[in-house]
């Protein structure tokens, strides 16, 4: 591993500095549970590591009605699941959060991190984009804020420019008549990586016989994780019978552009999105208070 | 880079100077004599580096020593009291659940932390919460078996 040096700054305009100066040379670290693994294989190797977890902006972790979930982005997968309201109003962000890794690894593991680490096949990001969250970004010159599935532009790519660091991700307050549901496909029971995952969030119509709004993800089927648009809007409308739910998961189907590797091949891809589609989806109607 | 830090290891204060590439667990290992903690994969994987973080439970070949400033760290040398094992280990001895014993303090620390946040797991809650360490002796069976018991005598216990 190259020498370093290491900062823990206690502010952002302290860590922006940090992360300026040093132009593209440093890495921030939260959990490290991605970094010290690709810093140990020579993958990454940052002249500058800059520890975020004393920032308390990227320590929140609050829920209101109004504001929603907020979450900092080194707050851990643990507190995330344990967290009473992500439990009563988030069990699809609560479930994936406990399939990262072991429990020695969702200690340490931040959301922020799975999503600043941008692996397609990230399980606790699905769920953040099937509930319409957002994430907010800043650095020197100044903060945005943008949809969740904006923030990725590749594997391992993110939208973060020179010195910005991921600060925090809000999930709006689930409406009402609404549920979802996080299921990733590996083949053994746990610490595993997913050959597919969908986040499945689904509204109903006030009389409750039809859909009013879904939204479905898919991991680790395309280069970044993303939604099945055509799916979703397919849906809206939609009496949620088993003959729809078939029609949405070959929708969903089409959307993903997996790739073949060792984990699985892309046809065996496409036909674990139509399956957890499916299920995701009942999941989440059973789920609807 | 060379760096000084405190911090403490089963309640002993420790000031020692660690490079900024050292994992926490070459540090325990190495500075300061904690052979406890194994390294078997180094990335994640095994969980026989598992040592308690300010009371959270850690690979700690994944964490950098630095990172441990100010914090409180235990490891299996730190579970029994005053010579007296902790029933967890009391079981794993009781239930042969190990056999070369490579693992055996990082699944410890697990199941110790398991059975204080959960008393009376089932056997699907033990084989989850242990599924961060690997053991390529025994199977797991006899380990299951062991957590059990010492779930059963902590409820004796209390």
């Known amino acids: ?289 | 880079m060379k760096r000084e830090i405190d911090f403490k290891v089963n309640s002993e204060t420790y000031s020692i100077v660690i490079d900024t590439r050292e994992t926490l667990l070459d540090a325990l290992r190495y500075r300061l004599g904690f052979m406890g903690p194994k390294e078997g994969c180094g990335n994640g994987n095994c969980g026989s580096c598992t040592v308690a973080l300010n009371g959270m439970i850690v690979d700690s070949c994944l964490v950098f020593a630095v990172e441990a400033e100010g914090a409180e760290v235990t490891t299996v040398e730190g579970v029994a009291v005053d010579g007296k094992l902790h029933p967890v280990q009391q079981a794993f001895i009781e239930n042969g659940a190990l056999q070369c014993g490579f693992c055996t303090p990082g699944f410890l620390m697990s199941a110790k932390a398991l059975l204080e946040q959960n008393p009376n797991p089932t056997e699907q809650e033990i084989r989850l919460a242990l599924s961060g360490n690997l053991c390529r002796c025994t199977g797991y069976d006899k380990i299951v078996r062991a957590v059990m018991a010492a779930s059963q005598a902590l409820s004796k216990v209390a």
């Open chain 1, 1 to 289: 591993m190259r020498e370093f040096a290491y900062a823990a700054p206690q502010s952002l305009p302290e860590a922006f500095d940090l992360l300026t100066r040093t132009d593209g040379d440093s890495r921030p670290l939260a959990g490290g549970t991605d970094l010290i693994t690709q810093m140990k294989e020579n993958r990454k190797s940052p002249g500058l590591v800059v520890n975020v977890k004393r920032i308390p902006e990227l320590n929140v972790l609050a829920w209101d009605e109004r504001q929603g979930l907020r979450i900092g982005a080194a707050v851990s997968c643990t507190r995330i699941a344990t967290f009473a309201p992500v439990r009563e109003r988030y069990p699809a962000l609560a479930e994936a959060c406990i399939l990262v890794g072991s429990v020695q690894i969702q200690n340490r593991a931040a959301l922020g991190g799975n999503f600043c680490n941008a692996a397609p096949s990230a399980d606790a990001v699905p769920p953040v984009l099937s509930y319409g969250g957002k994430v907010i970004v800043a650095g020197p010159t100044g903060r945005r804020e943008l949809a969740a599935e904006d923030f990725f532009v590749g594997p391992g790519q993110t939208v973060l420019g020179k010195g910005e660091l991921l600060i925090e991700i809000v999930i709006p307050t689930p409406p009402p008549r609404s549920g979802a549901a996080y299921l990733r496909f590996i083949p053994r029971e746990e610490m595993d990586i997913a050959v597919a995952g969908v986040g499945s969030f689904v509204q109903l119509s006030a009389d409750r016989t039809r859909c009013e709004q879904a939204r479905i993800t898919l991991a680790a089927v395309a280069p970044t994780p993303m939604r099945a648009r055509e799916a979703e809007e397919f849906l809206a409308g939609k009496t949620l019978d088993a003959a729809t739910l078939t029609q949405v998961g070959e929708l969903a189907a089409r959307a993903a552009k997996p790739i073949s590797d060792v984990r699985g091949s892309a046809a065996y891809r496409i036909e674990l999105v139509k399956v957890l589609t499916r299920r995701t989806l009942q999941k989440a109607l059973e789920r609807v208070s």
